[in-house]
């Protein structure tokens, strides 16, 4: 029996039986900072193969800075990490990765079809050659995420919703065994938050993938979470959602009066005093139509027309 | 006398309409410009190719930047006897370049091309006054000429054009990844600032080749007017390019076919109007299509994202 087996879905599971759930990323004593603000440190982090992990916290406390580091695009300032048993590295195939939306423009020479196959071999030098083979693999990808009505439609004219759902079908597409997600929900509605981070649990369940979702409202997919990492000034907090997101464990990780409030099935913190390290998208954050003023500012930045 | 008076006007419309059109002893011109033609098709190839990704980055503005500095560089290259093919090469480079690093984001890049388009276009104009040489040459580097373009012109011209197509091709798949999403494809390991720095040489070049034939002003008519028509069209990967190199190289090759025609009248209308007109079409037919509402959905069975 190979320890750790990592090659196959099959091994993987072959291994987890035999010792356990199989960790795909462990974080040791990791710390990450910049010049003099450390955003955490000491973390400890074991992702095991199906777990789903959601990943809070205020802004700036290093949420995306976290994916960034298991991404390889960012070297932690102490500590080490591990992706199925090696040092992290730049462009990891198996680590799918997806975004925040965007919408895309008419400038973007995609149909739904051809996103997924940049998700297949985008990284690859020269043009793509068809191949029946590699349209056989899209078309599975398009099945699996619900994309088939859209296949070939261009995706400038795709919903959010849509183009989210083809997104983890992007991700899925190098056989991971890990999934980043950043803030996958934000600004769709309430249908296709459901239908995206759905699909996103189902696919960690029937590939054994560990998800790391980042996100500032947990309620979307709390049914899902099996464990929570909550980020705040500087320090951190690991654990079921019901031992984390509580008054007390929330009060005491930001240093002021949070109020953690359950309301038929969905949870809303609540600061009742600006934290020292509170931003105003802090505690306040987990609301429906919520939208991230932060995100929505970098979005017309980088998407401004001339 | 009184009957030549009379007809004056109808002759005033008739020299002017000779002017833009006059195809006696067509055959005998074609022969003379065929260097050019063959030009022309060169450069709508790789200007209907590299207006792809002119569009999907976001640049067009930014070609027109390094349009103005490959025309500083060609007009130094006249004025200190360098050669206008060197000169435009080394303004157009040095414009990518700048612009490449200092504006990666879009808005920077904007206004990086704002200030680096009127200095050039200043630089090219003192040069040109300081020029001794026939006004003709000078005004054709703006607005693009029908020289005869000899063989060891045609040659450069080919060469840079291969160097473009292929530097293009290899580099395809991973710059259109970081294109229309640079988190992803930086997640995935493309090499995201490096490709863009390759992309703003490619461009370089493509422009500073482009302005010997169409001039520095025009030289949007072969490098975003094609693509932008294109994509109207289609979005497919493989249709978008092949349309937009077609549409290039019918605007190129029949604005220089129309031109030779003319009387002394520059090449550049006739092609930016063929270029503009496949446009106008482009966007008819996209209009009537979302009218009718064809997109390539399948709508029979209504499926929730």
Redesign the interface.
């Known amino acids: 029996m190979i320890e750790g087996g990592r090659n196959t879905d099959v091994a993987a599971s072959a291994a987890s039986s035999a010792s356990g759930p199989e960790t795909v990323l462990r974080l040791r004593d990791a710390a990450l900072g910049f010049a003099e603000r450390t955003l955490w440190h000491g973390l400890d982090l074991d992702v095991h193969a199906g777990e789903f992990i959601a990943v809070l916290g205020a802004n700036g406390s290093g949420k995306t800075s976290l994916l960034k580091v298991i ?1 390889g ?1 960012q070297h932690l300032s102490a500590g080490t990490i591990d992706f199925l048993g090696e040092p992290v590295t ?4 198996r ?1 799918g ?1 997806i ?1 925040q939306q965007k919408l ?1 423009d ?6 739904a079809r ?2 997924i196959g ?2 297949l ?8 050659l068809p191949s029946a083979q590699r349209r056989r693999r899209i078309d599975e990808l398009l099945t699996a995420v ?1 994309a ?3 296949a ?6 795709l ?1 959010g ?2 183009q ?2 083809l ?1 983890v079908g ?1 991700a899925l597409a ?1 056989n991971p065994r890990l999934l ?1 997600c950043d803030e996958p929900l934000l600004s769709l509605d309430l ?2 938050q459901r ?2 981070s759905a699909l996103i649990d189902e696919n960690r369940r029937r590939r054994n993938l560990g998800v790391l979702f980042v996100t500032h409202d947990i309620n979307p997919v709390l049914d899902m979470v099996d464990r929570v990492l909550y980020l705040a000034g500087g320090r951190f907090r690991i654990g079921t959602p019901d031992d984390v997101l509580r008054s007390d464990v929330l009060s005491e990780l930001y240093g002021a009066q949070v109020d953690v409030i359950r309301s038929r099935g969905r949870i809303i913190v609540a600061g009742t005093a600006e934290g020292p390290h509170a931003h105003p998208d802090g505690p306040h954050a987990q609301h429906d139509e919520h939208h991230d003023p932060h995100h929505d500012a970098e979005y017309v ?6 | 006398m009184d009957a030549v008076l009379s007809l004056a006007p109808h002759l005033a419309a008739a020299d002017w309409w000779s002017q833009l059109f006059d195809f006696s002893d067509y055959g005998a011109l074609l022969a003379l410009v065929h260097n050019s033609i063959l030009a022309g098709a060169v450069l709508g190839l790789v200007g209907g190719l590299i207006g792809v990704f002119v569009m999907s980055r976001d640049m067009a503005f930014a070609v027109h930047g390094i349009s103005e500095l490959s025309f500083a560089g060609a007009s130094a290259g006249l004025l200190f006897g360098v050669g206008v093919v060197q000169g435009s090469l080394v303004g157009s480079i040095i414009a990518a370049l700048l612009i490449g690093v200092l504006g990666s984001r879009a808005r920077d890049r904007n206004s990086i091309t704002a200030v680096l388009m009127p200095f050039g276009l200043g630089l090219g104009i003192l040069c040109l006054a300081l020029y001794p040489g026939r006004s003709a040459n000078k005004f054709g580097l703006l607005t693009g000429q029908i020289v005869a373009v000899d063989d060891p012109q045609l040659g450069s011209l080919v060469v840079i054009a291969a160097i473009v197509l292929v530097g293009v091709l290899v580099v395809w798949r991973p710059l259109m990844f970081a294109s229309v999403d640079a988190d992803v494809a930086s997640a995935r390991g493309v090499p995201v600032r490096g490709l863009s720095i390759v992309f703003m040489l490619l461009l370089g070049l493509a422009v500073a080749v482009s302005v010997q034939i169409v001039g520095a002003l025009l030289v949007l008519s072969i490098l975003v007017t094609p693509a932008a028509a294109a994509l109207r069209v289609s979005a497919s990967p493989l249709m978008v390019p092949l349309l937009s190199v077609v549409f290039a190289m019918v605007s190129m090759v029949g604005g220089i076919m129309l031109a030779i025609g003319g009387n002394g009248i520059p090449i550049s209308p006739y092609v930016t109007t063929i270029s503009f007109l496949i446009y106008v079409v482009c966007r008819v037919i996209a209009a009537v299509r979302k009218r009718r509402g064809i997109s390539g959905r399948i709508t029979v069975p209504a499926t929730q994202a």
């Not at chain 1, 008419?106 to 149909?111: A, D, F, Q």
């Not at chain 1, 070939?152 to 004219?157: A, D, Q, R």
Request: proline content about 7%; charged content about 25%; aromatic content about 6%.
């Open positions: 991404l695009q730049r462009g990891n195939r680590i990765y975004p895309a008419e400038r973007t020479p995609l149909r051809d996103l940049l998700g071999d985008g990284q690859r030098w020269g043009v793509a619900g088939d009505a859209y070939n439609v261009p995706i400038s004219l919903s919703g849509e989210q759902r997104r992007q190098a980043l249908a296709h239908g995206v930045q980088e998407r401004r027309p001339i």
